[in-house]
C-alpha cells in the first residue's frame, strides 16, 4: 500500500502482488478488470528509477507543501483500501475494475465492504476522486521479474549498487535503451518534419 502527495492531489493504492499460484489459479485480464497479479506498482508507470526529489526543485515540487486536509485524506483511504483487500476473498489478488460501472455487490470484483480499487486519484482543487486500474510494466524498476530476480539472489549487494549508482535500475531493466530508442524515434520524426518543411 501506498500514498503518495502533491500541492493539492494525492495518489493512494495497493500493489499488485506475484505468484506463480496465482498465476494459475485466478482468472486473466477481462475487458473490466485486472486480476491482483498483474496489477502494477507506484513505480510501474514510470520510466525513470527514483531520483533526488529534494534537489533543484521548488518547495511545492519538493512535496513539501501540501494543502493541509491532503496527509490525513490519503493516509485515511490508505488503511480503508487496506481494509477492503484484506475483506476480499482473494486478498491481494483480488481483481481491480478498469471500466467505471455502477458498483454491484455480486462482482466479482467487490469485498464485502464494496469496491477494491487499484488505486485512488483525488483532486482537492476539484474535490474529486477517480479510481484507475494499470497493468504492472515489464520493465519496472521495482517489481519487474529481473529486479525482483536480482534482489533474490544477490540481496544487500544489489541494494547497495542501485542506492550508489543512480543508473543502475534503469540499465537493468532495459529503460536507459527504451530512452535512446525512443530519442532516436524523435530525431527521426524531426528530420521528416524538416525535409516536409523544405519541400
Ligand atoms: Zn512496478
Redesign the pocket.
Known sequence: MNAALGFDTYLVMR??LKSDDAVNSTPDCSDKSIPGHKL?????NDVTAPGNSQKDRTLDQQCTVTRPGISSIAGGLTVELMVSVLQHPMRGYAPANCVEEPFSEASEEASPLGLVPHSIRGFLAQFQQVLPASH??SR?????DKVLCEYETRGFEFLLQAFNTPDYLEDITGLTQLHKETEAAEIWELSDGDSCEME
Open positions: 500493489h499488485g502494477g506498482c507506484y513505480f510501474c504492472m510494466f519496472c524498476i521495482a517489481c519487474s
